[in-house]
């Protein structure tokens, strides 16, 4: 699969239409069944977190229900079979990394704008946070910055919560 095509799929916010997506390519011969079950396995990790987040905030219990394949859809059959117990573990993993760095307030679903961007050379910012801030365009939430910075979703919050202290307007969402 090439970069644009790649770039164009992290773009979709819709978990769903991203899945879509990503078996219309599997058909086509244009991904492979390990590019798929990657993809998969990394989108079923975050609805997990979101769950927990969720949870986490509203104070509800959490259960689930085992719905029965339907062998007669093309796209269920085609989809990698997800392991529960490993990725709600990994899920959760992450999930108290984020509660441990005092993110659980935060959603990694915002969506990212900086208001003033004269500010930035005028601070002393280590090259990671330059990086995430080349790419904020309030057109990418927290999870697609971290996929193009390949660091982990804690670690460009925390790169970015400084940013939050320059100036109150100056990084929103």
């Known amino acids: 699969m090439q970069g644009s095509q790649l770039h164009e799929i992290t773009s979709i916010d819709n978990q769903y239409d991203r899945c879509h997506i990503l078996v219309q390519l599997l058909d086509q011969?244009?991904?492979?069944?390990q590019q798929l079950t990657e993809s998969m396995l990394s989108v079923t990790q975050e609805i997990f977190f979101d769950l927990i987040q969720s949870n986490h905030i509203n104070r509800n219990c959490l259960s689930y229900e085992i719905i029965p394949d339907d062998s007669s859809n093309k796209h269920t059959s085609l989809l990698p079979m997800i392991e529960v117990?490993?990725?709600?573990?990994?899920?959760?993993?992450?999930?108290?990394?984020?509660?441990?760095?005092n993110l659980a307030g935060y959603s990694t679903n915002l969506f990212l704008l900086i208001k003033q961007p004269e500010l930035i050379s005028q601070e002393n910012l280590s090259e990671s946070q330059l990086s995430i801030i080349s790419l904020i365009d309030g057109s990418q939430n927290v999870r697609i910055l971290a996929l193009k910075t390949g660091l982990d979703i804690v670690s460009v919050?925390?790169?970015?919560?400084?940013?939050?202290?320059?100036?109150?307007?100056?990084?929103?969402?």
């Open 29 to 33: 011969g244009l991904l492979q069944r």
């Open 85 to 101: 117990m490993p990725n709600l573990k990994q899920s959760l993993k992450t999930w108290q990394k984020w509660q441990n760095q």
């Open 157 to 173: 919050m925390l790169c970015l919560l400084p940013l939050t202290k320059l100036k109150p307007g100056f990084l929103t969402n």
